[in-house]
């Protein structure tokens, strides 16, 4: 055990949450997902193990997503699986880490404040915030510090965060809480609707990510789907189309690219500029739906490319924002 600070980075997301300690890089990845006991509300598995009960729970036990739309729906068992995952990390010595957490552009003072307390009561000897656009695009490699205007647009599983960036600020921004979890919900309420089938947000998702797509191209790739029938109550098996999927999704990907020209329109004309010359960079989950890059390149008239890495981007670019840890932490204190 180690008589020092570690300093830690927590990108708190809806559906995931990743650590990541100075000096390491990341050290957990797990779902935000807790089980507790009905009963005596203890906590009884967190992260991947939670995850996997989902459905499939006794009465005595839930499964539960404790963050909804990139903020803390319950803090009690938000606080219990920060706790768990800051144990995970490996990080508890005699001295308690400081914790750099990434959150949404466009939560209140009063959603920031909570975030902050429920990591301190989580273990943290201090806590300080970063906007989730500014990490995803220090993560990503931005030049965020040069006079230039950078854009980056962050899907994630509650929050999709639009911002142009320039001298190491925000210019212009937009949060949205339509993404990932929005499409699962779009998808499952498609099948029910049209094909007359139920199923869950788990297997809404695994069709997102096995045919989910954003723009028409020539191939066709289709899904065996199990769930309920909704007339006879009883399982069946279904193949599903990814035009079908492309269509479920439409409208909510639509009002992510709406955020995008909206973000555009209020960004002075230097920096638009300098996004036409640069382009958009996607990050988050969301970037990795097929076409999405495509469908917003013709839409915009502006190039996007999916970063690097997408899935990392926001935990990378909190990572690195711990260099500059001290004057963050006077930030969150000023705001207070």
Do not use: W
Request: net charge negative; glycine share 10%; charged share 25%.
């Amino acid at each position: 055990m180690g008589f020092f600070t570690k300093d830690v980075a927590i990108d708190l997301g809806t559906a995931n949450t990743i650590i990541y300690v100075k000096g390491k890089g990341i050290v957990v990845r797990e779902p935000s997902v807790v089980a507790i006991d009905r009963y005596t509300g203890k906590v009884v598995a967190a992260g991947s193990a939670a995850d996997e009960m989902i459905g499939r729970t006794p009465e005595n036990i839930i499964a539960v997503r404790p963050m909804k739309d990139g903020v803390i729906a319950d803090f009690d068992i938000t606080q219990a699986m920060i706790r768990q995952f800051i144990r995970l990390a490996n990080v508890v010595s005699v001295l308690k880490p400081r914790v750099l957490v990434s959150i949404p552009s466009g939560i209140t003072e009063v959603e920031r404040r909570a975030v902050e307390e429920a990591v301190i009561q989580a273990g943290a000897k201090e806590a300080a915030l970063i906007e989730e656009p500014m990490a995803a695009a220090i993560g990503a490699g931005l030049p965020v510090n040069k006079a230039a205007g950078s854009m980056v647009v962050d899907i994630g599983g509650g929050t999709t965060e639009v911002a142009v960036i320039s001298l190491g600020g925000i210019v212009s921004s937009r949060s949205i809480r339509i993404a990932g979890d929005a499409l699962d919900s779009s998808i499952v309420n498609y099948l029910k609707k049209n094909i007359g089938i139920n199923i869950g947000d788990k297997m809404a998702e695994e069709i997102k990510i096995a045919i989910g797509s954003a723009y028409e191209d020539n191939e066709e790739e289709v899904y065996d789907v199990r769930g309920r029938d909704v007339s006879t109550g009883l399982p069946r098996t279904v193949q599903i189309r990814e035009s079908q999927i492309r269509e479920a999704m439409s409208e909510n990907i639509a009002e992510m690219i709406e955020a995008v020209k909206m973000t555009l329109e209020h960004t002075p004309p230097e920096l638009a500029a300098d996004v036409m010359e640069r382009g958009i960079t996607l990050t988050g989950g969301g970037a990795l739906i097929k076409g999405l890059d495509k469908l917003i390149s013709e839409t915009v008239k502006i190039p996007a490319l999916v970063a690097e890495y997408p899935l990392d981007c926001v935990a990378i670019g909190t990572g690195k924002a711990l260099e500059d840890m001290k004057s963050l932490l006077a930030k969150s204190k000023k705001n207070y």
